[in-house]
Each structure stands twice: as structure tokens, then as C-alpha cells.
């Protein structure tokens, strides 16, 4: 029976036919081992105690040579330095010669000119070297190698290690006056931006305050040792004719016998690279190298067993070694007796082999014919299952597991079917799911190139059709500012694996810009490995992310005022509080310095508002806003404000006098003027201009209110500010409303000015346009909801009668010195007799002492060891009911709403004015 080529049965005859072989091998092969271990055993212990003896003279020969090398390198750098010591110290010694004898009869400069050129043609070592001499500030005097670098500072020069080596000779000849300097300089004859290890020794001249050297490069006279270390390499010989050898780790040979030849590609019969073998050795700690090469003088190749040790300084190697033929001959009469007896061995083994061969065919080739049946039956099954429903029959095949085979494939053909319409379904549904989601989803290949989509993925591109993309690589519609970072992130992912957020622009055919985050996972396709992406739209998160960045910065705005307002009051109260008393101290004659005083006061009061204000936007707190009429309050504000500006900025006024009334804080308004009025004056104070006001009643309708949001038609006031400036483009146009945006150069704005203008104008129900055009200037038009005719803001100053005082007893508490001296003459005036203090612990020592001296507590909240909060609880525990007034100039502890609960009479906020002060004083005490 023939069997086809590839046929299982076939295999079967075959491998039974070989395991048979191999067993009869394996027999055979053992007994062949155990005799040939035998001799194998002496000969090698016979050999083994050759090679040892010869490893150990090779290694010493070697080791005696890389000795003597070493010791040659060891005096290179010695050398050197006395070389140049020695030199230097002439030239120091003619430079000196040659003041001595000049110094009256020529000028400092004549001088080291002299020096210069005495010693600008010396040279010594073969030619290569030459003097150089600097000035103490770096400059060069003298380079007789390169003269072009004469007269100029070289104090900034840094080798290529960093450091700088005109700076370490300056320091050396200040410190020790001479010395070595060692550092990396470029070499005549080599590129510029090559440096070489190079020593200098200097000698500070102080007559002529330079000092004079002269450098030698190392590897110069390092060529001249190697020279000699392989002069004596060439000469070594021993024992039986033995020789060194050396090369270079590039592989030039540097002695005897191949000597100048790069054999670094060099093989033996076997394919050893035995040049660079011994390279790889003498980089490590060196070794042993074994390698067939010819005798000298002979053709026939000869195994050679050599050591090999390596001078990395110089990138050497250097080696020896010997031939092994003689232990090759010592143990060629072994070697022919094992033969002899294996081939016996082995032709028994044959015999048996061949015997048992025969016995197993039979056997072997009736099991292949059942199994061919079997597996031809099994053939004609899948055949006709790949067309058609089939079922394949067990009862004509001969064996258990082919039977349990035919069950199994049966099974498989209907759970295939099954899976095949699962499938089916589930692609189905994950297409439906992946075009309803609202995330794009891409397949692209490692070029990035599109091979599948879904309908939001073709949107998110500015395409309309999945056809219109496939095949086309997805930088195609990404931003040009993205597309190296996407190439990048496709190569990472192919290499990764996948990628996380990468945050990347899409731009349409209209070059409207999309943020886009992607997260993409290398899946295996077919053929090819894909990459499977989820694409995001972050339009609105980025959206939502700058409106948190600015609330942020706001609420940081607030912070900040709160934490400053405290300090800023304490300030302004000695200020109101002193004026204040200086007001009332002039007599009725002082016309001027009164007013001058009434200024000082109109101003504080307007900074104490200001403050308040900060504070209560820091609090998040409402506002104060009443019925004002703002044409007294513009006008202020553009009396205060003429003062500051030049007369080169000419201001106009067209406030109506009928202008309506607004419901807002006086303090508000008068900041809106001052902040567009500053903006205008600040465009224009270049080349000065026309700064405008206008101030009127308007009417708007729902036209002129479009795109103003909440925004109702009706009753208006209109302030207008316009300058003749040089505009802004569009670009700045945009962003002047952004808190800490500025064009302005520093110390001439925060960016915080138009952004406060823009949120009181906002919060008050009203707008504010912008019309700017480049070279015709800017005009801001504010509209406020006008609520009808209103009061006039009330003056800041006014004149008022002091209250009667008293003889009562008062303690106040403040721990700024001014303050507290302030408040004591202020009440001391009326006929209080006041007790201050600065230290709230000593203050409550006092009132311990005396608690029925005193008819009334006058304490700041916030300081230092014990706030007034404490006190008052303390001096309420001593002696219940005292009348207390606390002052505070910003806390967060506590409001006026929580004192009462806390036992406090009244509660001030600073600055106090005197007015404030003395009819609080009067009340409590009334009590």
C-alpha cells in the first residue's frame, strides 16, 4: 500500500520507523559515551595541565607589559609640567629683565608692548609651543598661535565642560600668583570646535599687573611616549620564540607582525573576528582567546590560545599568546584507539537497529492504512459541510477517538451556526449603538488613514459623508498648530498601545476650530495592526473651564481686598481723625489752609467708600444703593480729575442739567468716571487730544437693545467718554473687558479697570458699548436704567456742632499708636478723661486693677495676643454691663448684626471720623 507524501499514515510508518532507530541509537550511543568519557578524561587532565601552564606565563608576559605602560603614562603629565614650568619661569624672567632696565624711560603700555613682542617668536617642544599673556581683566596681550585674538576679552571663553578658563588663571595668579591651569582648548590643525586636554602653567606679573604662560597639549607628548612603549614592544621575545602584540581599538595594528594594517574585519578558518574579540576583551578586564591562525612563515593553520589585556587611556590592546600543536600531538594515539572502538560499537548497534526496523514495519504500516480510511472519510465530511447540512456518520470508522472526533466536529457545525448568526445581530446592534451615541468613533490604520467611522466622527471633520473620508489621512483636518502633535500621538499609540486624552484642534472647510479629546487603543486587524479612537467635543467643557478660571481669579480679587482693607483703614483713620481736628483748630481767618484741610477730608471720606466698597464686594455682600442723581457726582469727579491730567489733554463737558435719577451707590459712580476718564487720558498722553464727556437723558428701543439679553426698552441715562487717541484693533477690542488684560506698560494699569466698570454697569441692569477704529480714537457709552428725577449726592464735607461732652472716665484700646493718640485728643477735647493703650493685655491689667474707673471700653477688634472680642468678654466677666464700642477696620469674626449677642453697645467700622466718634461716645454713655 503507497501512502501520499504528507498523509498521516505516512508520518506514522516514518516516526515509528525512527523511534525504532533511535532507541537502538540511544543503546548504542551510551556505551559509546561511557568508553569515550573514559579516554576523554586522561587525555583532557593531561591537556588541561599544558594549557594552565602556558595561560599563566602568557598573563604574566602581558601583565608585565601593560605594567610598564602604565608607568610610562604616569610620567606624561609630569613631564609636561616641568617642561612648562620651566619655560615660563624664563620668559617670566626676561619679561621682568626687561622693566627693570625700561620702566623710567617708557610708559606702562610701551611696556608690555616691549614684553610682547620679546616673547612673541619664542618657541619650544618641536615647535609647538609658544607664550601667551593676559591682562588681569581678561584681555588677551599676546597669542603668538593665533594673534587674532590679541586685545580682545576672553573672560566669558568656557571650554566644552563649562568652565570658564580665562576666569580660573585670573583667580590662580590673584590667590598663588602661579600655578597649573588644565582645561579643553582647541588644537591647530583640527576643527574649531574640537578641544584637546591641554595644561598651562602661569606666572603673575605683578610690575605690569598680567601674567605670562604656556600651555602644552597632553595627547602631543603622550604620542612621543607611545612611541617608545612600542619600541620596546617590538623588541620583546620569549620562550619559544613568543612574541607582544598591539593595536588599537579600531583595529590598526601597532607592532610586529602586522604592523600599520587595520585588521579589525580580519577572520580565521572558523569565522572568528579575532582582532575584534581582543578588542571586546582589552574593554572589559581582559581574558582568554582561543583562535586558528597560521605559524609565521607557514600556511597551515594552527590553533593558537592568546591573553589579552586592554589600556583604555589609549584605547590599546595589547596580547600574546602560543600554539597548541604539541598537546594536539600528545593526544593523537587516545583519540585513535576511541575511534577504533566506536565503530565496532556502533556497526553492532546497526544490526540490531535494522532487525527491530523490519519487525515494526508490518506492525506500522496496517495501523497507517485504518487511519488514511478514517481521515479520508473525515475529508468528504467537511467537503459537503461547507456547501450543505451534513451529519457525519461514526459506524465505518476503526478507531475510539476518530468515532469521538465525528461527534465533535458535529457539535462544532451547529454551534458555529449559532455564533455565525449571533454575530450577525451584535454587529448590527453596535452599528446602530455607535451612530447614536453623540462621540465620534474612527478606525484608522499606523499611517492614519481612515478605514471606518461614524456619522459624528464624519461631522466633527466638517464633512458629510463617510465616503468623503475613508482612505484620507486625519491630518488632512486637523488645526496646523496640532499636526506635529498628532503625528506624534499616532506613532506613541503604535508603539504603546494606546493613548490617553490628547487634546488636539479639528478645523472645518470653513476654518472654524473644534477642541477635541481623544483616547485611541491599538487594536489587531486584519493584517495590519488599527487603532480604534473615541473622539470628544470639548467646546463647552473649555467653555465652562474659563468661566471657572475667571470666578477664580475674582474670588482671589476678593481675598485680597479683604485682607488689605484692615491695614488701609488704620491708615486713613489717623489721617480723617487728625485733619479733622487740624480743621477745627484754625480759626475762622484761615480761609486757605481750611479749605485746603476740607480737601484732605473730601478725599478720605471718598477712600473710606472706595474701602467699604472693596469690602463688600469681598464679602459677596449686597450693596448700598439709593436714588441719586449722578450729575453732581460726574462733576466731582472731573474737578478731582483735571488736576491730574496735563494741559496738553483738553476735557469737554456736556452734562445736561436735567439728567435723571439712577438707583446706584454714589461710590459706584464716581469710579465708572474715574476709571474711562483715566483710560481716555492714558490714550492720549502721548501726543495729548480731546478727552470728551457727555451726560444726558436717552430713550432705547428693542432695535437698539438687540443682543443685550435681559435688557427692557425705556428710560436711560447716557454717559459718554471719548478720546481722539489711537484706537485699538480688533484684537484688543476684544479682551478689554477681561480682568488683568492691559495694553498699557507697567505701572500704568492692573487690567483690573474696565473689567470693574463692565461688572457695576452689569449689576445695575445696564450696558456698555465700545466704538474704536485705528487712528480716529475710542468712545465708551454707559447706559444706566433712569429711574425719574432724583436728590442731588450730599456733599462729602459738611459742617456739624460738636456734642456737648463730659467728665466721664473712658479706656481705649487700639494697637496702632496713632490711632490710639488720636482718639484720646479727640475725646480728651470734649472734657473726657481718657486712659489709651496700645497693648490689650496691659489695657486689661489696668481695668483689672481699677474696673470702677472706667465708665466706658473703646477697643479695636483685631490685635495682636488678644482681640477685642476677648477683652470685652474678659472685662465683662470682671465687671458685667459696661458700655462697650468696638472699632474695626475689616474682620472676619464678626459683623454688626452678631455684636449685640456678644454684649457689644456699638459697633464702628473704621476709619472713625470725629463726628462719628464723639456722638457714638455720647449715646453710649447716655445709656
Given at each position: 500500500?503507497?501512502?501520499?507524501?504528507?498523509?498521516?499514515?505516512?508520518?506514522?510508518?516514518?516516526?515509528?520507523?525512527?523511534?525504532?532507530?533511535?532507541?537502538?541509537?540511544?543503546?548504542?550511543?551510551?556505551?559509546?559515551?561511557?568508553?569515550?568519557?573514559?579516554?576523554?578524561?586522561?587525555?583532557?587532565?593531561?591537556?588541561?595541565?599544558?594549557?594552565?601552564?602556558?595561560?599563566?606565563?602568557?598573563?604574566?608576559?602581558?601583565?608585565?607589559?601593560?605594567?610598564?605602560?602604565?608607568?610610562?603614562?604616569?610620567?606624561?603629565?609630569?613631564?609636561?609640567?616641568?617642561?612648562?614650568?620651566?619655560?615660563?619661569?624664563?620668559?617670566?624672567?626676561?619679561?621682568?629683565?626687561?622693566?627693570?632696565?625700561?620702566?623710567?624711560?617708557?610708559?606702562?603700555?610701551?611696556?608690555?608692548?616691549?614684553?610682547?613682542?620679546?616673547?612673541?617668536?619664542?618657541?619650544?617642544?618641536?615647535?609647538?609651543?609658544?607664550?601667551?599673556?593676559?591682562?588681569?581683566?581678561?584681555?588677551?596681550?599676546?597669542?603668538?598661535?593665533?594673534?587674532?585674538?590679541?586685545?580682545?576679552?576672553?573672560?566669558?571663553?568656557?571650554?566644552?565642560?563649562?568652565?570658564?578658563?580665562?576666569?580660573?588663571?585670573?583667580?590662580?595668579?590673584?590667590?598663588?600668583?602661579?600655578?597649573?591651569?588644565?582645561?579643553?582648548?582647541?588644537?591647530?590643525?583640527?576643527?574649531?570646535?574640537?578641544?584637546?586636554?591641554?595644561?598651562?602653567?602661569?606666572?603673575?606679573?605683578?610690575?605690569?599687573?598680567?601674567?605670562?604662560?604656556?600651555?602644552?597639549?597632553?595627547?602631543?607628548?603622550?604620542?612621543?611616549?607611545?612611541?617608545?612603549?612600542?619600541?620596546?614592544?617590538?623588541?620583546?621575545?620569549?620562550?619559544?620564540?613568543?612574541?607582544?602584540?598591539?593595536?588599537?581599538?579600531?583595529?590598526?595594528?601597532?607592532?610586529?607582525?602586522?604592523?600599520?594594517?587595520?585588521?579589525?574585519?580580519?577572520?580565521?578558518?572558523?569565522?572568528?573576528?579575532?582582532?575584534?574579540?581582543?578588542?571586546?576583551?582589552?574593554?572589559?578586564?581582559?581574558?582568554?582567546?582561543?583562535?586558528?591562525?597560521?605559524?609565521?612563515?607557514?600556511?597551515?593553520?594552527?590553533?593558537?590560545?592568546?591573553?589579552?589585556?586592554?589600556?583604555?587611556?589609549?584605547?590599546?590592546?595589547?596580547?600574546?599568546?602560543?600554539?597548541?600543536?604539541?598537546?594536539?600531538?600528545?593526544?593523537?594515539?587516545?583519540?585513535?584507539?576511541?575511534?577504533?572502538?566506536?565503530?565496532?560499537?556502533?556497526?553492532?548497534?546497526?544490526?540490531?537497529?535494522?532487525?527491530?526496523?523490519?519487525?515494526?514495519?508490518?506492525?506500522?504500516?496496517?495501523?497507517?492504512?485504518?487511519?488514511?480510511?478514517?481521515?479520508?472519510?473525515?475529508?468528504?465530511?467537511?467537503?459537503?459541510?461547507?456547501?450543505?447540512?451534513?451529519?457525519?456518520?461514526?459506524?465505518?470508522?476503526?478507531?475510539?477517538?476518530?468515532?469521538?472526533?465525528?461527534?465533535?466536529?458535529?457539535?462544532?457545525?451547529?454551534?458555529?451556526?449559532?455564533?455565525?448568526?449571533?454575530?450577525?445581530?451584535?454587529?448590527?446592534?453596535?452599528?446602530?449603538?455607535?451612530?447614536?451615541?453623540?462621540t465620534g468613533f474612527v478606525k484608522i490604520d499606523g499611517e492614519g488613514r481612515v478605514l471606518d467611522a461614524n456619522q459624528e466622527y464624519v461631522r466633527m471633520t466638517g464633512h458629510g459623508d463617510l465616503a468623503e473620508i475613508l482612505g484620507r489621512r486625519v491630518t488632512e483636518w486637523t488645526a496646523e498648530h496640532?499636526?506635529?502633535?498628532?503625528?506624534?500621538?499616532?506613532?506613541?499609540?503604535?508603539?504603546?498601545?494606546?493613548?490617553?486624552?490628547?487634546?488636539?484642534?479639528?478645523?472645518?472647510?470653513?476654518?472654524?476650530?473644534?477642541?477635541?479629546?481623544?483616547?485611541?487603543?491599538?487594536?489587531?486587524?486584519?493584517?495590519?495592526?488599527?487603532?480604534?479612537?473615541?473622539?470628544?467635543?470639548?467646546?463647552?467643557?473649555?467653555?465652562?473651564?474659563?468661566?471657572?478660571?475667571?470666578?477664580?481669579?475674582?474670588?482671589?480679587?476678593?481675598?485680597?481686598?479683604?485682607?488689605?482693607?484692615?491695614?488701609?483703614?488704620?491708615?486713613?483713620?489717623?489721617?480723617?481723625?487728625?485733619?479733622?481736628?487740624?480743621?477745627?483748630?484754625?480759626?475762622?481767618?484761615?480761609?486757605?489752609?481750611?479749605?485746603?484741610?476740607?480737601?484732605?477730608?473730601?478725599?478720605?471720606?471718598?477712600?473710606?467708600?472706595?474701602?467699604?466698597?472693596?469690602?463688600?464686594?469681598?464679602?459677596?455682600?449686597?450693596?448700598?444703593?439709593?436714588?441719586?442723581?449722578?450729575?453732581?457726582?460726574?462733576?466731582?469727579?472731573?474737578?478731582?480729575?483735571?488736576?491730574?491730567?496735563?494741559?496738553?489733554?483738553?476735557?469737554?463737558?456736556?452734562?445736561?442739567?436735567?439728567?435723571?435719577?439712577?438707583?446706584?451707590?454714589?461710590?459706584?459712580?464716581?469710579?465708572?468716571?474715574?476709571?474711562?476718564?483715566?483710560?481716555?487720558?492714558?490714550?492720549?498722553?502721548?501726543?495729548?487730544?480731546?478727552?470728551?464727556?457727555?451726560?444726558?437723558?436717552?430713550?432705547?428701543?428693542?432695535?437698539?437693545?438687540?443682543?443685550?439679553?435681559?435688557?427692557?426698552?425705556?428710560?436711560?441715562?447716557?454717559?459718554?467718554?471719548?478720546?481722539?487717541?489711537?484706537?485699538?484693533?480688533?484684537?484688543?477690542?476684544?479682551?478689554?473687558?477681561?480682568?488683568?488684560?492691559?495694553?498699557?506698560?507697567?505701572?500704568?494699569?492692573?487690567?483690573?479697570?474696565?473689567?470693574?466698570?463692565?461688572?457695576?454697569?452689569?449689576?445695575?441692569?445696564?450696558?456698555?458699548?465700545?466704538?474704536?477704529?485705528?487712528?480716529?480714537?475710542?468712545?465708551?457709552?454707559?447706559?444706566?436704567?433712569?429711574?425719574?428725577?432724583?436728590?442731588?449726592?450730599?456733599?462729602?464735607?459738611?459742617?456739624?456742632?460738636?456734642?456737648?461732652?463730659?467728665?466721664?472716665?473712658?479706656?481705649?484700646?487700639?494697637?496702632?499708636?496713632?490711632?490710639?493718640?488720636?482718639?484720646?485728643?479727640?475725646?480728651?477735647?470734649?472734657?473726657?478723661?481718657?486712659?489709651?493703650?496700645?497693648?490689650?493685655?496691659?489695657?486689661?491689667?489696668?481695668?483689672?486693677?481699677?474696673?470702677?474707673?472706667?465708665?466706658?471700653?473703646?477697643?479695636?477688634?483685631?490685635?495682636?495676643?488678644?482681640?477685642?472680642?476677648?477683652?470685652?468678654q474678659e472685662v465683662h466677666d470682671i465687671r458685667p454691663g459696661l458700655p462697650v464700642i468696638l472699632c474695626t477696620g475689616y474682620s472676619a469674626a464678626i459683623e454688626e448684626e452678631s455684636a449685640a449677642a456678644q454684649g457689644i453697645n456699638y459697633f464702628l467700622m473704621k476709619p472713625l471720623t470725629m463726628r462719628?466718634?464723639?456722638?457714638?461716645?455720647?449715646?453710649?454713655?447716655?445709656?
Amino acid at each position: 500500500m503507497i501512502f501520499p507524501a504528507n498523509s498521516i499514515a505516512r508520518k506514522l510508518l516514518v516516526t515509528m520507523s525512527l523511534v525504532v532507530a533511535g532507541l537502538v541509537l540511544v543503546l548504542g550511543g551510551l556505551e559509546i559515551v561511557q568508553e569515550y568519557g573514559r579516554y576523554r578524561h586522561e587525555v583532557d587532565a593531561l591537556w588541561g595541565q599544558q594549557v594552565e601552564a602556558r595561560k599563566k606565563q602568557l598573563e604574566m608576559q602581558v601583565s608585565d607589559v601593560v605594567s610598564y605602560i602604565e608607568f610610562k603614562k604616569s610620567q606624561v603629565r609630569a613631564k609636561v609640567q616641568g617642561s612648562l614650568e620651566a619655560r615660563v619661569r624664563d620668559a617670566h624672567g626676561v619679561a621682568s629683565h626687561l622693566y627693570e632696565i625700561s620702566k623710567d624711560s617708557h610708559s606702562p603700555k610701551e611696556l608690555r608692548r616691549l614684553v610682547r613682542e620679546a616673547l612673541r617668536k619664542q618657541r619650544f617642544n618641536n615647535g609647538r609651543g609658544y607664550f601667551f599673556i593676559f591682562a588681569m581683566d581678561g584681555t588677551v596681550l599676546l597669542h603668538a598661535a593665533q594673534p587674532e585674538l590679541e586685545q580682545k576679552n576672553l573672560l566669558a571663553l568656557q571650554d566644552t565642560q563649562g568652565a570658564f578658563v580665562i576666569r580660573e588663571m585670573i583667580e590662580l595668579a590673584r590667590s598663588k600668583g602661579e600655578g597649573f591651569v588644565p582645561y579643553l582648548w582647541p588644537k591647530p590643525g583640527f576643527p574649531p570646535d574640537q578641544e584637546f586636554e591641554k595644561i598651562s602653567f602661569i606666572k603673575y606679573l605683578p610690575q605690569l599687573d598680567c601674567f605670562i604662560g604656556a600651555g602644552e597639549y597632553l595627547d602631543d607628548t603622550e604620542a612621543e611616549v607611545k612611541a617608545e612603549v612600542l619600541e620596546r614592544i617590538e623588541k620583546s621575545r620569549f620562550g619559544g620564540g613568543e612574541y607582544i602584540f598591539a593595536g588599537q581599538w579600531d583595529g590598526v595594528s601597532l607592532a610586529y607582525p602586522t604592523k600599520g594594517r587595520n585588521m579589525l574585519g580580519v577572520t580565521d578558518a572558523n569565522g572568528v573576528k579575532v582582532v575584534a574579540e581582543a578588542i571586546a576583551l582589552a574593554r572589559k578586564e581582559g581574558g582568554f582567546l582561543l583562535y586558528v591562525m597560521p605559524k609565521v612563515g607557514e600556511e597551515r593553520n594552527s590553533l593558537k590560545l592568546s591573553y589579552v589585556r586592554g589600556v583604555k587611556d589609549w584605547q590599546w590592546y595589547v596580547g600574546s599568546g602560543v600554539y597548541l600543536d604539541d598537546l594536539e600531538a600528545a593526544s593523537a594515539g587516545a583519540r585513535r584507539e576511541l575511534r577504533r572502538e566506536i565503530a565496532i560499537i556502533v556497526g553492532l548497534s546497526l544490526l540490531v537497529m535494522l532487525a527491530i526496523f523490519l519487525a515494526g514495519l508490518f506492525v506500522v504500516r496496517k495501523t497507517a492504512g485504518q487511519i488514511q480510511h478514517a481521515f479520508a472519510a473525515f475529508e468528504i465530511f467537511f467537503d459537503k459541510a461547507a456547501r450543505e447540512k451534513v451529519e457525519m456518520q461514526t459506524s465505518g470508522l476503526h478507531f475510539e477517538e476518530f468515532r469521538s472526533l465525528a461527534k465533535a466536529a458535529n457539535q462544532m457545525l451547529v454551534e458555529r451556526r449559532a455564533m455565525e448568526e449571533g454575530l450577525r445581530k451584535s454587529e448590527e446592534k453596535y452599528r446602530v449603538l455607535i451612530d447614536t451615541t453623540g462621540t465620534g468613533f474612527v478606525k484608522i490604520d499606523g499611517e492614519g488613514r481612515v478605514l471606518d467611522a461614524n456619522q459624528e466622527y464624519v461631522r466633527m471633520t466638517g464633512h458629510g459623508d463617510l465616503a468623503e473620508i475613508l482612505g484620507r489621512r486625519v491630518t488632512e483636518w486637523t488645526a496646523e498648530h496640532d499636526l506635529a502633535k498628532n503625528r506624534e500621538a499616532v506613532q506613541e499609540c503604535a508603539r504603546l498601545g494606546f493613548i490617553r486624552h490628547l487634546q488636539i484642534d479639528y478645523v472645518d472647510g470653513q476654518g472654524e476650530l473644534t477642541p477635541m479629546e481623544l483616547n485611541a487603543t491599538v487594536v489587531q486587524g486584519e493584517g495590519q495592526p488599527e487603532i480604534l479612537t473615541i473622539c470628544h467635543d470639548v467646546s463647552l467643557r473649555k467653555q465652562m473651564e474659563e468661566q471657572l478660571r475667571q470666578a477664580q481669579k475674582m474670588e482671589a480679587i476678593g481675598t485680597l481686598a479683604g485682607g488689605i482693607a484692615h491695614d488701609f483703614n488704620n491708615i486713613l483713620a489717623a489721617i480723617l481723625g487728625y485733619a479733622e481736628m487740624a480743621a477745627r483748630s484754625l480759626p475762622p481767618e484761615a480761609g486757605s489752609a481750611k479749605a485746603d484741610i476740607q480737601q484732605v477730608l473730601r478725599a478720605g471720606l471718598r477712600a473710606r467708600d472706595l474701602v467699604k466698597q472693596i469690602l463688600t464686594f469681598s464679602r459677596k455682600s449686597g450693596e448700598e444703593r439709593a436714588p441719586i442723581s449722578p450729575r453732581p457726582i460726574v462733576k466731582e469727579a472731573l474737578k478731582f480729575l483735571r488736576a491730574s491730567i496735563p494741559a496738553s489733554v483738553e476735557i469737554r463737558e456736556d452734562i445736561a442739567s436735567d439728567c435723571g435719577a439712577i438707583l446706584a451707590d454714589a461710590t459706584n459712580i464716581h469710579q465708572i468716571v474715574v476709571n474711562l476718564c483715566t483710560n481716555a487720558f492714558h490714550a492720549m498722553e502721548a501726543a495729548g487730544g480731546v478727552l470728551t464727556v457727555i451726560m444726558k437723558n436717552v430713550e432705547l428701543d428693542a432695535g437698539e437693545l438687540a443682543g443685550e439679553g435681559d435688557l427692557q426698552p425705556g428710560a436711560y441715562v447716557l454717559f459718554s467718554v471719548g478720546d481722539t487717541g489711537p484706537g485699538m484693533t480688533p484684537e484688543v477690542l476684544s479682551r478689554i473687558f477681561d480682568p488683568y488684560f492691559t495694553t498699557k506698560s507697567v505701572g500704568k494699569g492692573s487690567g483690573m479697570g474696565l473689567a470693574v466698570v463692565h461688572g457695576i454697569v452689569k449689576n445695575y441692569g445696564g450696558m456698555v458699548q465700545v466704538d474704536s477704529t485705528m487712528g480716529s480714537g475710542t468712545v465708551f457709552r454707559v447706559y444706566l436704567p433712569r429711574i425719574g428725577s432724583g436728590a442731588d449726592a450730599p456733599e462729602s464735607v459738611q459742617e456739624w456742632a460738636l456734642p456737648s461732652g463730659g467728665q466721664e472716665r473712658i479706656l481705649f484700646v487700639d494697637d496702632e499708636t496713632s490711632i490710639a493718640e488720636m482718639g484720646k485728643a479727640m475725646l480728651s477735647g470734649l472734657g473726657y478723661r481718657v486712659t489709651a493703650r496700645t497693648n490689650p493685655l496691659e489695657a486689661l491689667e489696668e481695668f483689672r486693677r481699677q474696673p470702677g474707673d472706667f465708665d466706658l471700653l473703646i477697643t479695636d477688634q483685631t490685635m495682636p495676643k488678644l482681640s477685642g472680642l476677648q477683652l470685652v468678654q474678659e472685662v465683662h466677666d470682671i465687671r458685667p454691663g459696661l458700655p462697650v464700642i468696638l472699632c474695626t477696620g475689616y474682620s472676619a469674626a464678626i459683623e454688626e448684626e452678631s455684636a449685640a449677642a456678644q454684649g457689644i453697645n456699638y459697633f464702628l467700622m473704621k476709619p472713625l471720623t470725629m463726628r462719628m466718634l464723639t456722638e457714638t461716645v455720647r449715646k453710649a454713655l447716655g445709656q
